[in-house]
């Protein structure tokens, strides 16, 4: 609410004009009326796109929209400490406007003041109680919200009025839909589905240029819109599943909005589960797309940790039939933070009419996202509560997807196989995972499971490769790769350390680098990826960029011109490989894409051997003869030469990284250690040394922690001297400006087999490397081939 005072006319400023100043308050009071605030005008003030306040806004905070009102103050009552609205009556007018009344000439006073200063008034002029009413906006913010929020609990229809736009649905979509779409022609292959696909889900379809159904979605839509089935689907990364369970959903959003039933019915259409942020984030993206413009947009609600939890309550319990929450997609944790504290959401929700589990594997694994379980077994028990009482609700359908069902997937990669699969096992592995999956969640009826690759775990366009080396040579080899191979690329490691190391050892090396991992705050995470995504999209610039990711970025998310994914560190189970390895072969823009592996010669016997033997289906010694499991992937060709130049380079690079990590963990240790120091009581003058984790602990202890100070000077011994960082900084400048020579016989442009020259007119040679060809992986390894042929 906003109060808006009452500007006098617009005038020349020039002579003295007559203000009437009231001298007693109860004159004053007079001009204004109690009023109660359903009689209240309010003025509808429109929050447009022009508006660049709101354009650059990314989140409203549930903020609907604004309405303001005229001549009102706010007064309290210090007796009872009520807050009340006064209304000022209006002026009534006079045969005569320009004589005064006689009670007006009595209290005239002229005044030498311009227009622009009308509403001024001296403090002195203030009468008694004036100013606290104008002040109680301000003083008493608290008092008038618990006041506001009784008013809204009493007046659902002014709640309504004020924070919650009317929008005709139905009107969107006539406008939305085009009648000269031949749909036949437009989009023949879905038609052959033979379901009933609603047109505007279609008109997005055709709008996204999805010009045939992958071959998931084939299968199961039929299943899922005509037959109302329990599907469980399998299939590679990149297969389009999403859209495979988004589609029957988004049917029954625009029925309901084409009937008007939005607005009438306020129990929600399906909920999607995710085991990440990211992915709901990715999820919610797709369902958008398809919204109409100037629809309700949070008909499609994401329900995540790491963002305001209030905003979420508010949007799903304060607007009834607002259509706010049809769609909701959530991870579990904050979804049951919900649910807890808001029990008659557990009635709304049992009400859905699909229930989707999106990378279910990790959902429903042992150990992890006890959460959903949780959920689950709320929403199903009210559910059957509500059934028992009405024969109106169905229980609702159930729809899980993964790339990955197999169990030994999951096993760790360093402790073996729990289990040697026989013929039989294999022959029974779907009735197994049904079996699994029953076991966990309730169906109305035996699910249907669809099997989109039953034999190969990876896209065959994929090709895998890997370098092996010492530990110590990683930074090395990954630096080799990047600057050789510069392409678009996702770095994967199995610790957040490591993704802060190589976050800051990569930019010293001035290579362009994001980093997500799940310790950062939720809006940094979604700021960092969708600045590597507005990167790698980004044509016109051309440049290679890097993204440096936890596992928490391994599922779902959908980058196009992914070149090169590249497990810095071998992941610890097999399922985990797969979805990784996912991220590459995105869209339709890519013929081909890579997975690299740097491993160290232990990771090499004995973790990539388990995985190769895991992935081919044989988990089993099915032959007398063992097979050498770890050369079934090809090594990547290296050129020596290269990689002894680039070493100088890095070798810099890594020390002052390990400089700036520990005196980065150095300072966070001492404020750490001040805070609890304060919180003991101790005084920073109770030791003759400053406060550090040694004295801190003797005092405490009254000995010393020998691991603690073992790991305290391991940090004091990487950090360098000013001077010392500068020499570096200035030596790996000069390295870094000095160009990389393939074939370091050759001293001119012009010399040796390869005309460097030539090339660079011919706009053939590579940028970073003088007398190499551009080339990509899959050059190097054609050329490796030609090599042992």
């Given at each position: 609410?906003?109060?808006?005072?009452?500007?006098?006319?617009?005038?020349?400023?020039?002579?003295?004009?007559?203000?009437?100043?009231?001298?007693?308050?109860?004159?004053?009071?007079?001009?204004?009326?109690?009023?109660?605030?359903?009689?209240?005008?309010?003025?509808?003030?429109?929050?447009?796109?022009?508006?660049?306040?709101?354009?650059?806004?990314?989140?409203?905070?549930?903020?609907?929209?604004?309405?303001?009102?005229?001549?009102?103050?706010?007064?309290?009552?210090?007796?009872t400490?009520?807050?009340?609205?006064?209304?000022?009556?209006?002026?009534?007018?006079?045969?005569?406007?320009?004589?005064?009344?006689?009670?007006?000439?009595?209290?005239?006073?002229?005044?030498?003041?311009?227009?622009q200063?009308?509403?001024?008034?001296?403090?002195?002029?203030?009468?008694?109680?004036?100013?606290?009413?104008?002040?109680?906006?301000?003083?008493?913010?608290?008092?008038?919200?618990?006041?506001?929020?009784?008013?809204?609990?009493?007046?659902?229809?002014?709640?309504?009025?004020?924070?919650?736009?009317?929008?005709?649905?139905?009107?969107?979509?006539?406008?939305?839909?085009?009648?000269?779409?031949?749909?036949?022609?437009?989009?023949?292959?879905?038609?052959?589905?033979?379901?009933?696909?609603?047109?505007?889900?279609?008109?997005?379809?055709?709008?996204?240029?999805?010009k045939?159904?992958?071959?998931?979605?084939?299968?199961?839509l039929?299943?899922?819109?005509?037959?109302?089935?329990?599907?469980?689907?399998?299939?590679?990364?990149?297969?389009?599943?999403?859209?495979?369970?988004?589609?029957?959903?988004?049917?029954?959003?625009?029925?309901?909005?084409?009937?008007?039933?939005?607005?009438?019915?306020?129990?929600?259409?399906?909920?999607?589960?995710?085991?990440?942020?990211?992915?709901?984030?990715?999820?919610?993206?797709?369902?958008?797309?398809?919204?109409?413009?100037?629809?309700?947009e949070?008909?499609?609600?994401?329900?995540?940790?790491?963002?305001?939890?209030?905003?979420?309550?508010?949007?799903?319990?304060?607007?009834?039939?607002?259509?706010?929450?049809?769609?909701?997609?959530?991870?579990?944790?904050?979804?049951?933070?919900?649910?807890?504290?808001?029990?008659?959401?557990?009635?709304?929700?049992s009400?859905?009419?699909?229930?989707?589990?999106?990378?279910?594997?990790r959902?429903?694994?042992?150990?992890?996202?006890?959460?959903?379980?949780?959920?689950?077994?709320?929403?199903?028990?009210?559910?059957?509560?509500?059934?028992?009482?009405?024969?109106?609700?169905?229980?609702?359908?159930?729809?899980?997807?993964?790339?990955?069902?197999?169990?030994?997937?999951?096993?760790?990669?360093?402790?073996?196989?729990?289990?040697?699969?026989?013929?039989?096992?294999?022959v029974?592995?779907?009735?197994?995972?049904?079996?699994?999956?029953?076991?966990?969640?309730?169906?109305?009826?035996?699910?249907?499971?669809i099997?989109?690759?039953?034999?190969?775990?990876l896209?065959?366009?994929?090709?895998?490769?890997?370098?092996?080396?010492?530990?110590?040579?990683?930074?090395?080899?990954?630096?080799?790769?990047?600057?050789?191979?510069?392409?678009?690329?996702?770095?994967?490691?199995?610790?957040?350390?490591?993704?802060?190391?190589?976050?800051?050892?990569?930019?010293?090396?001035?290579?362009?680098?994001?980093?997500?991992?799940?310790?950062m705050?939720?809006?940094?995470?979604?700021?960092?990826?969708?600045?590597?995504?507005?990167?790698?999209?980004?044509?016109?610039?051309?440049?290679?960029?890097?993204?440096?990711?936890?596992?928490?970025?391994?599922?779902?998310?959908?980058?196009?011109?992914i070149k090169?994914?590249?497990?810095?560190?071998?992941?610890?189970?097999?399922?985990?490989?797969?979805?990784?390895?996912?991220?590459?072969?995105?869209?339709?823009?890519?013929?081909?894409?890579?997975?690299?592996?740097?491993?160290?010669?232990?990771?090499?016997?004995?973790?990539?051997?388990?995985?190769?033997?895991?992935?081919?289906?044989?988990?089993?010694?099915?032959?007398?003869?063992?097979?050498?499991?770890?050369?079934?992937?090809?090594?990547?060709?290296?050129?020596?030469?290269?990689?002894?130049?680039?070493?100088?380079?890095?070798?810099?690079?890594?020390?002052?990284?390990?400089?700036?990590?520990?005196?980065?963990?150095?300072?966070?240790?001492?404020?750490?250690?001040?805070?609890?120091?304060?919180?003991?009581?101790?005084?920073?003058?109770?030791?003759?040394?400053?406060?550090?984790?040694?004295?801190?602990?003797?005092?405490?202890?009254?000995?010393?922690?020998?691991?603690?100070k073992?790991?305290?000077?391991?940090?004091?011994?990487?950090?360098?001297?000013?001077?010392?960082?500068?020499?570096?900084?200035?030596?790996?400048?000069?390295?870094?400006s000095?160009?990389?020579?393939?074939?370091?016989?050759?001293?001119?442009?012009?010399?040796?087999?390869v005309?460097?020259?030539?090339?660079?007119?011919?706009?053939?040679?590579?940028?970073?490397?003088?007398?190499?060809?551009?080339?990509?992986?899959?050059?190097?390894?054609?050329?490796?081939?030609r090599?042992?042929?």
């Open positions: 609410m906003a109060n808006k005072a009452v500007n006098p006319k617009n005038k020349r400023s020039g002579p003295k004009r007559k203000i009437t100043k009231t001298s007693d308050n109860q004159n004053n009071t007079k001009k204004f009326k109690k009023a109660n605030i359903k009689d209240l005008k309010w003025k509808t003030v429109e929050i447009t796109k022009d508006d660049t306040a709101a354009l650059n806004m990314e989140d409203l905070q549930g903020f609907y929209g604004l309405e303001e009102l005229d001549n009102v103050k706010l007064v309290k009552d210090e007796k400490g009520k807050v009340e609205f006064m209304v000022k009556e209006p002026e009534t007018k006079s045969n005569n406007v320009d004589e005064p009344s006689k009670d007006d000439k009595l209290n005239e006073e002229i005044m030498d003041l311009n227009d200063f009308g509403d001024f008034k001296n403090m002195d002029d203030f009468e008694d109680g004036e100013l606290s009413a104008l002040e109680s906006d301000d003083l008493n913010e608290k008092e008038l919200s618990e006041k506001e929020a009784s008013e809204e609990e009493n007046n659902d229809e002014l709640n309504t009025k004020v924070f919650q736009q009317v929008i005709d649905h139905e009107k969107i979509l006539e406008q939305d839909l085009e009648d000269d779409i031949d749909y036949s022609i437009a989009a023949p292959k879905w038609l052959e589905l033979g379901c009933n696909i609603n047109k505007h889900v279609l008109n997005r379809i055709i709008d996204q240029k999805f045939q159904p992958s071959e998931i979605q084939k299968e199961v039929p299943l899922i819109i005509n037959k109302n089935a329990n599907v469980i689907g399998k299939a590679n990364t990149g297969s389009g599943k999403t859209l495979a369970y988004s589609i029957p959903i988004l049917n029954e959003l625009f029925e309901q909005m084409a009937s008007g039933a939005i607005h009438k019915d306020d129990d929600p259409i399906g909920i999607i589960f995710t085991p990440t942020r990211e992915l709901a984030t990715q999820v919610t993206k797709v369902m958008k797309s398809f919204i109409p413009k100037n629809a309700n949070y008909v499609v609600l994401p329900i995540t940790g790491g963002l305001a939890i209030q905003k979420q309550e508010r949007l799903l319990l304060n607007y009834p039939k607002s259509g706010n929450g049809k769609i909701i997609i959530t991870t579990p944790g904050r979804f049951l933070e919900i649910l807890g504290k808001n029990k008659e959401l557990v009635e709304k929700f009400k859905i009419k699909f229930l989707v589990l999106d990378e279910a594997d959902l429903l694994q042992d150990g992890h996202f006890d959460e959903f379980i949780k959920i689950y077994e709320l929403l199903y028990n009210k559910n059957k509560e509500i059934l028992k009482k009405t024969k109106n609700l169905k229980f609702w359908q159930t729809l899980i997807f993964s790339a990955t069902f197999q169990l030994d997937l999951f096993n760790k990669l360093e402790n073996g196989y729990t289990k040697n699969h026989t013929k039989k096992d294999t029974d592995e779907k009735e197994q995972i049904i079996q699994h999956l029953m076991a966990k969640i309730h169906f109305n009826s035996k699910p249907i499971f099997d989109c690759n039953p034999t190969n775990h896209l065959p366009s994929l090709k895998e490769l890997k370098i092996e080396c010492l530990p110590m040579e990683r930074n090395l080899y990954l630096y080799y790769i990047l600057t050789v191979f510069p392409e678009n690329s996702i770095i994967f490691t199995n610790s957040i350390e490591t993704c802060k190391k190589l976050n800051v050892f990569l930019k010293n090396l001035n290579v362009d680098n994001h980093i997500i991992h799940s310790k705050l939720q809006k940094k995470r979604l700021q960092n990826l969708e600045n590597f995504t507005g990167k790698v999209n980004n044509k016109k610039d051309g440049k290679p960029t890097v993204l440096i990711a936890s596992d928490v970025a391994a599922r779902g998310l959908d980058i196009p011109n090169h994914v590249i497990h810095y560190h071998l992941p610890k189970t097999a399922d985990t490989y797969i979805h990784r390895s996912g991220r590459t072969l995105r869209g339709n823009t890519q013929d081909q894409g890579f997975s690299l592996m740097i491993l160290s010669p232990q990771e090499a016997m004995g973790p990539l051997r388990k995985l190769r033997k895991t992935l081919s289906g044989n988990t089993g010694e099915t032959t007398g003869k063992k097979m050498k499991w770890q050369n079934t992937i090809d090594s990547m060709l290296i050129q020596d030469d290269l990689v002894g130049q680039l070493k100088e380079r890095v070798d810099l690079a890594n020390e002052l990284t390990e400089h700036e990590v520990s005196n980065k963990s150095v300072k966070k240790d001492d404020t750490w250690l001040k805070q609890a120091a304060n919180d003991l009581g101790i005084d920073e003058g109770d030791s003759d040394d400053e406060m550090n984790a040694k004295n801190l602990l003797e005092f405490v202890n009254g000995k010393q922690d020998y691991h603690l073992r790991n305290q000077s391991k940090k004091f011994s990487k950090i360098k001297d000013s001077n010392e960082i500068a020499k570096m900084k200035y030596q790996l400048k000069q390295s870094l000095t160009p990389i020579r393939y074939n370091m016989r050759q001293k001119y442009l012009t010399s040796g087999l005309n460097y020259a030539d090339q660079i007119v011919k706009n053939k040679g590579h940028e970073s490397v003088m007398g190499l060809q551009k080339m990509n992986l899959a050059d190097a390894s054609r050329k490796k081939h090599s042992k042929r």
